[in-house]
């Protein structure tokens, strides 16, 4: 009998919204021998990866750890944690991922204050803060980085508003962290969540997760226990024990781990200031190149994420037709545009170990060459020389 081909994926570069490119330090430690998820080696990695995601999140909480499951694991995690039947949570929405933590806080009974933006602008502060002001809040929850959009919101007075009424603070840094500072700590931020194939440069998996005492306060005096099991705080805590007995709670993804912890390692190698200038850099010549091929990206400077951009196509361009070709001819995956801007942009993402200029020259080159091809003449030259 004839054996099956394994599967053999296509060499892409991946500079689309997520996932990033994987750096191949972390594709190798993924490929090293499997431990038991309580087996004394694995244990103390976990440990070392606690300590190292504290690092990278800016903030001293002693319930730091990676949620088993993707970015989206990590939203549920929060708010089946922190929300509780008749409270009264202020969500702001300025893109699609907002619009999922009101889903989840509605699906827990809680009574959600809507505050919206328009796609590609940013939340006004001072419109949340009256929202939170108007009742009592519990929970203010909010994008830090729009994946939608490429907003990247300022919450210093989000914040100082939750603070008024002592309400707690829930940060989506899925697309941020590692690309831009979080600061949780300084920042006031109760509870933050992320995943790893982003900025980490990691594949999907895990999702970056930290509850400051206060959240743990709260979720301790809730009235009954989380409506998850999988993603009880109480029963993870158990597990994630830093230096004593942990209690089985479920299998971990051990190679996940491996690759977290390498990645870890290679963000604090590099230092966070020195990789978020590197973002900022990549980003920049990004926009040059972007302007010299007539292409608009479509949010205010004074709110771009360095790492994800939301760029207009030109009128009579198919942007579908143009990823395609992209996808087919250079090997290059680019995201579509969401929401209000589908149809008519598409997201480029430059994240971690993809932020880098030969990406950025690849990647101008051959948006370059798909206009000319659909009769959208361009310079390319001048577009590269642009970059840089």
């Excluded at 009974?109 to 939340?123: H, K, M």
């Excluded at 919450?155 to 690309?179: M, P």
């Excluded at 020195?274 to 040059?288: D, G, K, P, S």
């Excluded at 545009?337 to 101008?364: D, E, K, P, Q, S």
Aim: one cysteine or more; aromatic letters at 6%.
């Amino acid at each position: 009998m004839a054996l099956r081909d394994p599967f053999r994926p296509s060499e892409i570069l991946l500079l689309g919204p997520g996932p990033s490119p994987v750096d191949p330090a972390v594709a190798a430690a993924m490929a090293a021998p499997t431990l038991g998820h309580l087996d004394p080696e694995f244990i103390a990695l976990m440990d070392r990866v606690q300590q190292d995601l504290r690092v990278v999140l800016g903030t001293a909480n002693r319930f730091t750890i990676p949620i088993s499951g993707t970015g989206s694991a990590g939203m549920e995690a929060a708010i089946v944690n922190l929300v509780e039947p008749g409270d009264r949570v202020v969500v702001g929405v300025h893109g699609v991922f907002g619009g999922r933590m009101v889903d989840l806080v509605r699906r827990q009974g809680g009574e959600v204050v809507v505050v919206e933006a328009p796609f590609g602008q940013p939340l006004d502060q001072e419109g949340m803060a009256r929202a939170i002001l108007g009742g009592a809040t519990r929970l203010v929850g909010f994008v830090h980085a729009e994946t939608s959009t490429g907003v990247l919101q300022p919450f210093d007075g989000i914040v100082s508003a939750a603070r008024e009424v002592g309400a707690l603070v829930l940060g989506d840094c899925v697309t941020s962290l590692a690309g831009a500072p979080v600061e949780a700590d300084a920042r006031g931020l109760d509870a933050v969540y992320s995943g790893t194939q982003k900025c980490l440069s990691v594949p999907p998996g895990l999702a970056p997760f930290t509850l400051s005492d206060a959240a743990i306060d709260r979720i301790r005096g809730r009235s009954g226990p989380s409506t998850s099991w999988y993603l009880d705080v109480g029963l993870l805590s158990a597990y994630w024990k830093e230096g004593g007995d942990r209690v089985y709670h479920h299998t971990a993804p051990v190679q996940m781990v491996y690759g977290l912890a390498r990645g870890l390692d290679l963000v604090i190698d590099e230092g966070l200031e020195a990789r978020f200038e590197r973002h900022r850099a990549v980003a920049a010549a990004l926009y040059r190149g972007l302007d010299v091929l007539g292409l608009r990206c479509l949010v205010d400077p004074a709110f771009r994420t360095p790492m994800l951009t939301s760029v207009g196509v030109p009128e009579g361009v198919d942007e579908a037709g143009l990823r395609r070709f992209l996808r087919a001819e250079h090997h290059i995956e680019i995201g579509a545009g969401l929401g209000a801007f589908r149809g008519r942009a598409v997201r480029i993402g430059l994240m971690g170990h993809g932020a880098r200029l030969t990406n950025v020259r690849r990647l101008v080159a051959a948006l370059g060459d798909g206009l000319s091809r659909v009769g959208h003449p361009v310079d390319v030259g001048a577009a590269l020389r642009a970059v840089g």
